[in-house]
DNA sequence: GGCAGGGATGTAATCGATTCCACGAGTCCA
DNA sequence: TGGACTCGTGGAATCGATTACATCCCTGCC
């Protein structure tokens, strides 16, 4: 492969010119300048990321990790960082930590060995030591959907708490009064923030969050699943189940079916996360949608800023209740926002 | 951040010595690479991946560009990928292509400007001449799922042709005789291939296909839409339609329901790529798998086999038959494999 | 006419590792 | 005893770029 070398003797001038011409440095003849550009032209030269990037000391290259790739709210995130990464003239490197600790600690380390100009993080758990380090390090770093408190790092994620209190309203207004929750693990600020907002909302209209009606989950499928099998064991189960993610709605979607009973006439479903499937379940399922899209370019947006020596802001933009016909209510007009697809 | 001059320094030898030890080559002292372990752990020092690569011309990483991140049956594709990569020692950079050639030539260029060891490639068009170039030049390649006809690259795909012939059994026997198809691209090999195989099932029960019944998409929803509701404006509309792809079969679904008919009373659907959803969409889709992890473990294998010097083999493994409820039949025991979630 | 200033260019140091080669010391065997 | 060999080690070249600094030449102004 052609080096900047080759380039130089094909120009008949030295590296440095080349360089230059390859830098648009203004102090170039227009003369030295088309020569080269001719040389890079019939010898196919690509400048070498690698060696450009041992100099300057930049990748141009951001790192993100995340929870779980298979998540359709992870990957429409991923999507949109790239792009907006792309645009910025930035690549993403994407580590999945598959909700396991010593993987997400795994990506991180091998981000920092390549020396990406910056990372994004959507922590798993409370937060190794090695994140903590590198953040105190002083790598630039933003988390997005879930953070770490304690840690002087920009946050960018979605407030869902107006959107609980509207999805605990719309289930008051059907006539429901015993509600559960499949909460995420509590070691993840979105796992303990849902419960907490749900809470919060049963309690403005006189309600209780029982033990009983509150399971365990960890943002997986199968959890979903175990959780709602033992709501329906309950002497006597919830008329709701509201899942804090997608995934874990999708296994207790399964448990009930399992059962052979049906949504919502037997039991209510709503969801933490909205996705395109889940207008085309069996029933659509109600759900509580991120602004995933824009939460992504925020936090790209917030990240290159530190990395190019701006200051970066943190970012809450609010998530919004999206009805469906899993909790019972024909999506009929009213106050509260519809599906609109 | 401490470097390799650092670690020799604390440790008293050169960093030649420094570097044998990080490598483990076996000629150093048992004296000098405790010293030297020792002043790595207490200067917390991590070797620099991009110095390395330049000198060592190896960048540990493989390349991976899709058509379609946001499409189930590709992000499977792309976890199962960075599973068998890390478990070989090696990282990936994933380029979204969105189905549009530019966007999958940006990601070639900048994946061969950072130097990866390997290309991965699921290509969206015939190939464009920098991918062709580059494969010409040297660069270990493989495709996956779809690929390029007359280039010397090992091919790692589904062979869904007995699964096709399946499905159509499955459908003559429920008495379907109107059967349509809304294709991929053309420039796909797995656009053309479906299409083919389809046409060809078909006509071992004597049926035909017609050109209105072949209705060109683009592995998008959208288009799935499009194409049905062009299949049910005709004044003959067939009793079944089969989606070349996951996307397009949701977009069917819309358009059938938009028009308040119902799947399978009104007509029947089938899609190519089984993903986790269609278990629960209403109903619940017929089917045909790919074995996605496979797939993505095997196209690794045979890339990395090729980057260390071993002779890599292209590998076809066959698609199989999924029936649901989206046919028409119950899903009773039958002679073809049932779901089994 | 001489000198300051600025533009175009080249030489060489540099980034942080790996690795070839040389060298000294120790071992073995003739 | 001495030559051949091995082992542990360090010095220095190298990978392919960027860039500080020096140099040269031209222009403009006093």
Redesign the interface.
Known sequence: MAGIKDVAAAAGVSVATVSRVLNGHPSVSAEARARVNRAVETL?Y??????R??RTDQ?HTLGLVISD??N?YF??L??SV?EEA?ALGY????G?ADERPELQD?HV??L????IDGLLVSPTDGGSPLML?AARAGTPMVFVDRWIPGVEVPVVRADGRGAVRDLVAHLYRLGHRRLAIIAGPAATTTGSERVEAFRAALAEHGLPLPDAYTGQGDFQ?ESGRRVTEGFLDLAEPPEVVFAADNLMA?GA??AVRARGLRVPDDIALAAFDDI??F?????PVTAIAQPTGELGRAAVRALVDRIEGRTPRSVTLPARLVVRRSCGAPPTPSPVQRST?
Chains 1, 2 share one sequence.
């Open positions: 196919g690509r400048p070498n990321a690698v060696a990037s041992l990748t790739v298979l359709p990957t429409e991923a999507r790239e792309r690549s993403v490197i994407i999945n795994h380390r091998n920092l060995d390549r020396r380090d499928a999708l979607l399964d395109p499937w207008v085309h379940t069996d029933p697809s």
